[in-house]
């Protein structure tokens, strides 16, 4: 496990095997600042050349759930976080290796602004050698357009950088002014126009689900329509990527859960889980068993319960008059089978929940306490946490350390005394607590379960009950 204080370093690659290198057209989407158009940028890449035939895998750079849930939507397939910290260097070289192989273009949205971030997307783009284009939302300027693009493509001198597209520019005049200072080895690869159509819906915890856009097939074939008269037609230049020394820990885990039914509660109100963690329980052998609070009935047969983050302030009131759903879940709580409730799963757990237009529902009350939705964030970042289980239960112990994030727009008081407290990275300030409540772990942060595998084993397999507060 490496320690959640390291540090990325170019200098600091995992060993690649000799004779594995595959050849990938690969580009990172970034920009100077959030909400510059990265996401529909890279949708429409995404859908335009998937309709072309190819396969497009899709990576987020960051822990955003939300992202990820468009872009797969555009691309048919899964979108795996890809980030140098959450993920690991290990991680991300094994994820590129895998997509190279199998995939005909890979497309990395980046996160925050390019060089936002420890480590940021710039950091990722020098470490792996990947092509940087630049989306920058023109909507107002035009020289400074040339300014924002030097700025992106030479502050860094070792970051690969394919070029600048423009996003929001309705003429070919306001186009051209654009480029009339841009550099002559900075690439112009087009524009997006400002189209209402193709603006897909803003919500509290960013873009709509997906899934809950009725349109979002038409509009992702629209935008894509646009890459037609871009430089974008054409694949980027083709990246090596190597297979890594296989991690031990991650070989063990292979077969580790066979025989064990995790059952993960996954519908509208609870969605935000990551592919990885999914894809962990199934290296491990876990039976998933999916189920939805809002439409089902009962919950199904198993020995482990997830339940993912999500939006259950939009569905309280369902949630709250599913109660034959409830009453299993009460009764599967009795028999002290473990419970890993994140984020949104943790405040179905309380007994009550407000919500933003101060509605009180009454939940589970499997976790004393309550829950009340803010009007402004209340919490957000990357964060690792010592988890005292398994074999190792020194609370400073490395082994037991797991990562994850935070983002959440309500505000927790929960009558127990917490188990642990998480700390944000870089910073190390004091993050979010961890609860032990007889059979559940709960908190408000997202656990990436392949940051340490063996631990993950422990809070699927058996959680130490003994530590419970």
Known sequence: MTSAKHAFSLNNKPEHLPGTGVNCPALIIAAPHSGSGKTTITAALARYHKNQGKKVTVFKVGPDFIDPMILRQASGQLVYQLDLWLVGERGCQELLYQAAK????????????????????????????????????????????????????????????????????NSERHAELLQENLASDITFYGRLPKDNEVTLPERHLGLVQAQELSEIDAQLDLVASYINATKLTELPAAVEFFAVKQDEQISDITGALAGTRVIIIKDRAFSFIYAANIAFLQQAGAELVYCSALEDSHLPDGDVLYIPGGYPELYAQQLAENHTFISDVKAFAATNKPIIAECGGMLYLLDELTNFAGQQYSLLGLLPGKAVMQEKLTAIGSQWVVLPFGDNTGNNNSDNIIRGHSFHYSKAEVRLTPLSQTRHHPSERLGEFVYLHNNILASYMHWYLPSNAKLALSLFGNINTSSES
């Open 102 to 169: 199998e995939s005909d273009l890979i497309l990395i949205e980046g996160v925050m602004g390019l060089f936002d971030g420890t480590p940021s997307s710039a950091d990722l783009a020098r470490y792996f050698n990947i092509p940087v284009l630049g989306v920058i939302d023109a909507k107002a300027m035009a020289q400074t357009f040339a300014a924002l693009a030097h700025g992106l493509a030479k502050f860094c001198p070792e970051l690969p950088f394919a070029g600048v597209f423009a996003n929001r520019v």
